[in-house]
């Protein structure tokens, strides 16, 4: 019996709790509905035309001009040594005699021989004017004095190469055999020094795939270095390369003209700054507007009191904005601060 009346009393208790927060609930639904009005506050930005600076600042390494291996073409002994690390020589300058005797004889032999068959043709022809020669008498003597003379050219040059020279106007940055040095000609030719041309310099450096589509062969650029603090030098984009390595970058060389007074080296590094990409007016956003990626970037528009989400096009990023290539007009207001508690079609008050 007793048992029976405390069951009864649980449930009438449940019954009161139950209804009391019904009760409650409908009084707070009719409180909001009469007053309160569920909003999110944010801070906006207009979406506006702005001269967006565009800049490019990357690392690269110097190197010469020409950069030229120097090699024996005749073999030899080293007579004589005109040359030593740090010259300068200009092009056809003699670095190295290598003995030269019987390559002297060797040319005089080739040389009388050749003077011999070119009077000798000479002669047949008059005889053959006079119908004192054959036919046959001309072609020899034809023959004859052409091979004296290519053995004579072959000569001159045997006797020309016992001089090696530098190709090219330039330092030597290295020399690598000394006076009484045996050299050897092709197939195995003795490497003998190295000049460098330093007259103007040459820059390289890889840029992303991003930048390499902006720039252009002959645009200029501004190079500065560590060594030269207080100069600038200016250069010009001589070739970007048409295929990139496995990380999306591409080759890009820059010519750079010397100067006396402040000597660039081969093997320094610089900072090359890109100043021909353009600053130019474009729509521009704050970066703290961008929700989500910039991969997939999209923004919160306001219209009509409403967060609508939309997806856009970025460009490039100048310090804290961003371009905006496609998907925004000129004056529209976007979300940027505040937007992470809001989703699309979300009702929202603008701080001022």
């Known amino acids: 019996m007793k048992k029976g009346k405390l069951i009864i009393s649980v449930v009438a208790v449940l019954i009161v709790i139950v209804a009391i927060l019904v009760m409650n609930k409908k009084k707070m639904s009719s409180f909001t509905a009469g007053g309160i009005k569920e909003v999110y506050y944010v801070s906006v930005e207009k979406a506006s035309k702005k001269n967006l600076s565009e800049s490019l600042s990357m690392v690269g390494t110097i190197y010469a001009n020409n950069d030229v291996n120097v090699v024996s073409e005749t073999a030899g002994k080293v007579t004589a040594v005109f040359a030593k690390v740090g010259d300068y020589k200009t092009a056809g300058s003699v670095l190295f005699q290598v003995d030269d005797e019987l390559r002297k004889a060797a040319l005089m032999s080739a040389e009388a021989n050749y003077e011999k068959a070119k009077k000798d043709y000479e002669r047949t022809q008059t005889l053959f004017q006079q119908k004192s020669a054959t036919d046959a008498q001309l072609d020899m003597a034809k023959l004859g004095s052409a091979m004296a003379e290519a053995q004579y050219i072959v000569s001159k040059r045997q006797m ?172 529209e207001n976007v979300v940027v601060n505040g937007q992470n508690n809001i989703v699309d079609n979300t009702k929202i008050e603008v701080l001022k």
């Open 160 to 331: 020309a190469d016992t001089k090696i020279k530098t190709p090219i106007s330039g330092f030597i940055t290295a020399r690598y055999i000394d006076l009484g040095s045996m050299v050897q000609g092709a197939p195995q030719a003795t490497l003998v020094a190295n000049v460098v041309d330093i007259s103007r310099v040459k820059v390289k450096l890889n840029v992303a795939e991003a930048d390499a589509f902006i720039l252009k062969t002959g645009d200029q650029v501004s190079v500065a270095s560590d060594v030269y603090p207080e100069a600038t030098f200016t250069g010009r984009i001589e070739s970007i390369g048409a295929k990139g390595d496995d990380a999306h970058t591409f080759p890009v060389e820059i010519s750079i003209a010397n100067e006396a007074k402040h000597l660039l080296k081969a093997g320094m590094f610089t900072r090359v700054s890109f100043t021909s990409i353009k600053s130019r007016e474009t729509i521009v956003i704050p970066r703290a507007a961008i929700v989500g990626s910039v991969k997939t970037p999209r923004v919160y528009v306001v219209e009509n009191g409403i967060a609508k989400l939309r997806s856009i096009t970025v460009g490039n990023e100048s310090g804290l904005y961003i371009q905006v290539l496609n998907g925004l007009n000129d004056g």
